[in-house]
């Protein structure tokens, strides 16, 4: 797949992950304001590729506060940079990603490109290595057959750059006959898995089925499934790990159950500044999400609604932490 966001001639090139999979379309975002509804609107969203989008997006501020002469006005670049953060809060790579392209302030608007463009590339090799890293502590988990992984939310082509983290894991498996199959869930509210995880596994033709998102600790019990393989939104310096809203209980039904629990991710989501799970903040998403789905009402008009976009799981359940740097059992 073509990379999920890129630059072309001054805007950021995004695929909408709003209305996968029943088109596939591509936006041009050539304003911070655009930048920050975009990442709030999910149109681009997975940890990694929000944190690129926001070094593109510093790109974007830079050009447009650059004096004559090539000087910026680094205050006012400073407060886009802070309204691109500020857009979600869980996914650490989305602070990294910006404060990182800001050192380049002092080299102008070129050098905070160059910068982004770095991130990029640097995201890419990452997310391969950390890939091909946790598929082999997949295989040294379970040694004996070909698999079936569950995998929650997206970490795919559209999450990350270079293919994906958990996602990238099981077509690692997948290209040495070591798959068996996908097992994607639904993933409630916004249906990531359902809609983007199912879309990319059915485009790189790997075999792959769908479950409802209340049965995946079901589907433990009765013996389906051999291993479970997620991302990551923030991964504290204890080993407590943020992702989409449902993984904690997933990862509860893996330990109950005896089944690995893999969390694969680039080493800029591991955040050493939050000590703990208890530190990650997580993000409360609009009732709307729920209380309405496709244009219809799901419940009745006016409910209020607990609408997290994530959840920590507690570091005692997670067999490892990949990162393209290290396997880390904590
Ligand atoms: O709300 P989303 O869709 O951005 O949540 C994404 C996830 O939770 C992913 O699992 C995580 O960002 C890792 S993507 C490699």
Known sequence: MERPVDWDSGAIVAVDQ????????????????EVVDAIRRLVVRGAPVIGVTGAFGVAIAARQHE????????????????????SRPTAVNLRWAVERVLTRLPDGADGVLAEAHTVLAEDERANRTAARRAADVLRDECPD?????????NSGALATMGGGTAFGAIRELAGDGRLEEAIATETRPLLQG???????????????RLCVDSAAPAAMAAGLVDAVVVGADRIAANGDTANKIGTYGLACAAAHNR??????APQSTVDADTLSGADIPIEERDADEVVRLAGADTTVPGTRAYNPAFDVTPAGL????VTEQQVWRP
């Not at 709003?18 to 304001?33: G, Q």
């Not at 057959?145 to 939310?153: A, D, G, N, S």
């Open 18 to 33: 709003t209305v996968l999979p029943a088109e596939l379309r591509h936006l041009r975002l050539t304003t911070v304001d």
């Open 67 to 86: 004096e004559p002469g090539g000087r910026l006005d680094q205050a006012a670049v400073r407060r886009d940079a802070q309204r691109i953060v500020d």
């Open 145 to 153: 057959r070909p698999l079936r992984v569950l995998t929650h939310c």
């Open 194 to 208: 359902a809609r983007l995880t199912v879309w990319e596994l059915h485009r790189a033709g790997l075999p792959h």
């Open 259 to 264: 089944i690995p629990f893999v969390v694969v």
């Open 318 to 321: 997670i067999t490892a932490i």
